[in-house]
């Protein structure tokens, strides 16, 4: 599975403006809302269902990462959203320090295997040192796209 066919164009922000968890899911659903991954009506009832998702378990991984994530009915096709923060955001990360990177993963209901296998692709990337890295140092759009890339040809080469 791909992590660039995940992320649809417009779904990436590099300056994050919140600095709250909760805002930031917010703001990250609606990159997936402009991007036309999800409906604009299923907003709040997703941004519901991930901060639901989080009083049962951080999605701060640590490291600087978090991968909140849900399966909702409503949600058409899997997506992914990126968000970058220079700041860090408090996710109650395990290691308990900031977040600096954040994957906001939508997935249909009915298809959990792809959700897996989606999950097993955003940590495989986000467990490499310099992945984090490189993704931390990005300040534009292109440069994650180009990152996102350059993974997943390894990935296939490898």
């Known amino acids: 599975?791909?992590?660039?066919?995940?992320?649809?164009?417009?779904?990436?922000?590099?300056?994050?403006?919140?600095?709250?968890?909760?805002?930031?899911?917010?703001?990250?659903?609606?990159?997936?809302?402009?991007?036309?991954?999800?409906?604009?009506?299923?907003?709040?009832?997703?941004?519901?269902?991930?901060?639901?998702?989080?009083?049962?378990?951080?999605?701060g991984y640590g490291r600087g990462v978090a991968v909140p994530h849900v399966k909702q009915t409503g949600v058409s096709k899997m997506s992914v959203a990126i968000g970058l923060s220079s700041t860090g955001v408090d996710f109650n990360a395990l290691d308990r320090q900031p977040v600096y990177s954040v994957f906001l993963l939508l997935s249909p209901i009915d298809r959990p295997e792809e959700h897996l296998q989606a999950m097993e692709a955003i940590f495989k990337q986000l467990s490499k040192e310099t992945f984090r890295r490189f993704l931390r140092q990005a300040t534009t759009i292109e440069d994650v796209r180009t990152l996102l890339a350059e993974a997943d040809s390894k990935q296939t080469a490898g």
């Open 1 to 59: 599975m791909k992590l660039i066919e995940l992320v649809p164009e417009g779904a990436i922000s590099t300056t994050l403006q919140s600095t709250q968890r909760d805002d930031v899911v917010a703001e990250m659903v609606d990159l997936l809302v402009a991007a036309g991954s999800v409906e604009a009506d299923a907003r709040e009832d997703l941004i519901a269902k991930v901060l639901s998702r989080e009083q049962t378990g951080s999605t």
